[in-house]
């Protein structure tokens, strides 16, 4: 999962971080409301945790201009400022949960995993049954145990494996470009290194064979697990 952190503490932000990535999360952060809108509406997240008390821009505000830019990811607003006319408020401005500060980690890591899994699509299972090539007869995506079922066998998947999988399988007639993959599985202040998505995308192909993912030259990748995406040979 991709998360941005938009909060003014430096410390808070360090101690989210390093914590949120120790359990496999992909955190940006932004310190000020500013920062925190312009990341929110350049790049593809699962999830925002945004203060209220930011400098240059408040949170209400940049809440309100990511959901006037029609983005749609859930937004827990996390803050000292905890009346319940403020939750009301924020409430109203789009947020979907409200945690007041002081706030124990675990109960933040729990109510993200909550939202995360209300927007997720019902079935957490992607399947398809590709008999156009050869040696596969059923392969899915578990969304939820972050694993692949390839005929019998289970393969379980890194958090980068994951990441880029997901979009293949949820959008398997889609062509995504080596800059769109790489938004899935690196933050803002990563190095973008194109060849990074080449290395596994080969990682890719050795679990469900060569032909499954498919290279188009100059444009990207696209999954053909579906009888109905044909394949270059």
């Keep these: 999962m991709k998360l941005l952190l938009v909060e003014d503490e430096p ?53 309100e201009k990511i959901r006037q830019a029609q983005k749609t990811l859930p937004i827990l607003v996390l803050t000292a400022r905890n009346s319940w006319q403020e939750r009301v408020e924020g409430l109203k401005k789009g947020a979907d949960d409200y945690l007041g500060k002081p706030f124990h980690f675990e109960e933040l890591h729990a109510r993200i995993e909550s939202l995360a899994k209300r927007h997720q699509p019902k079935d957490s299972t992607i399947c398809f049954h590709p008999t156009h090539l050869a040696g596969l007869q059923s392969v899915c995506l578990d969304t939820e145990a972050k694993s692949l079922q390839i005929n019998e066998t289970v393969q379980l998947l890194t958090a980068t494996e994951f990441h880029l999988l997901v979009p293949l399988f949820s959008h398997p007639k889609q062509i995504f470009s080596k800059h769109a ?29 060569k032909e499954s993912i498919q290279t188009l030259r100059g444009q990207g990748y696209r999954l053909t697990l579906s009888d109905t995406v044909e394949v270059n040979k």
């Design 11 to 63: 410390l808070l932000v360090e101690n989210l971080e390093s914590r949120f990535k120790r359990l496999g999360y992909i955190v940006d952060s932004a310190l000020d409301g500013e920062q925190g809108l312009y990341l929110a509406l350049e790049h593809d997240y699962d999830l925002i945790i945004l203060d209220l008390g930011l400098p240059k821009l408040p949170g209400l505000v940049v809440l």
């Design 181 to 209: 993959l790489l938004e899935k599985i690196s933050d803002s202040t990563q190095e973008k290194d194109e060849n990074l998505i080449e290395v596994y995308i080969r990682r890719l192909r050795g679990y469900l064979g």
